[in-house]
């Protein structure tokens, strides 16, 4: 034995091998392990129809994967959402401004309600979403610090309803156009195609009980004193009562919404009033009864028979509910159709 190695070094060099080998084993290891963990993300990052491209309202996004930390502002995104199965997605919800649709209350329910209205920017953030969602303009109103841009900055991506896009007359069209978008971002179009079938549906059995009916003068009373607050030639709502055997009496307006003068509505003799009902302002009831109220309407002929249809303002946005609205509206319009 070399008189360098004593036993006890010769067992010391030993051990110290031993650990150096160990290190090198343990560390391939480890690279092998890292290159897996890394193959595995490479495959999670690009699922089947991944990546997606989606233009929305000017801002464009490519989408590695789907989302699955979403906050919606707004009601009628979040019942979108819902519809398609994606409950499990989302980590809060804001604003909501009817009841929901009784199929969708108890999910609906499990979600985080974030604010009464919009949320903060810092409110919206403490959610950790990866996908914000907003059904009016509003919601990313950047002076209240919810720009899309603040929220691009934060690694947030964002999608506007696309009735806010401020392009034409809103359609049916867009409602089954945005549930097949959404359903493309969250790689989910089969569940897109099937509930767009569904909503189809809905609606042709509708306006097939009123075809050939006569077209009922309508005038949407959203709220208003001085002048009255209406739904104009551009919002979905005229689509919607069209296809329920009616013309809105302001197609003429050009904008989503707008106010027009009491008198302007005495000269249109609407034969029905929509009343939008939501939170926030007066109810159904104190609503009609302002206007059964006011002797300059009284020879209107929708207050002189008094005849009301009363729909959710969820239900005349583009979203799920719309489809229900066309066949509530027909009732109101046509009564004896569905008898």
Known sequence: MSPLLTPARTRGFLRATAVALSSVLLTAACGASDDGDRDAKATAAAPAGFPVTIDNCGVR??????PSRVVTIHQHP????????LG??????????????PELKKDYEAIPELAEREPSFEKILDAEPDFVYGGYGSAFAEKE??????????????????EYCGKGQVTMKDTYDEIRTIGKIFGVPDRADKLVTDLRSRVAEAAAEVEGEHEVPVFVYDSGDKSAFTAGGKGLGTELIRLAGGRNVFADLDDVF??????????RRPEVIAIYDYAGTESVQEKKKYLLSQPALADVPAIR????????????????????AVDDLARGLHPKSFR
């Not at 720009?147 to 934060?154: E, I, P, V």
């Open 258 to 267: 707008g106010d027009v003068s009491w008198e302007q509505v005495v000269e």
């Open 88 to 101: 499990d997605r989302m980590v809060g919800t804001a604003f909501p401004d009817s009841a929901v649709l």
């Open 305 to 324: 028979n008094k005849r009301f249809v009363v729909l959710p303002l969820t239900a005349t946005l583009v979203g799920i509910r719309s489809a229900y």
């Open 61 to 66: 996004t490519t989408y590695d994967r789907p």
């Open 145 to 162: 610090g919810r720009s899309r841009k603040a929220f691009a900055d934060a690694g947030i991506d964002t999608y506007l309803n696309r």
């Open 78 to 85: 979040a019942e979108l959402m819902l519809a398609l199965g």
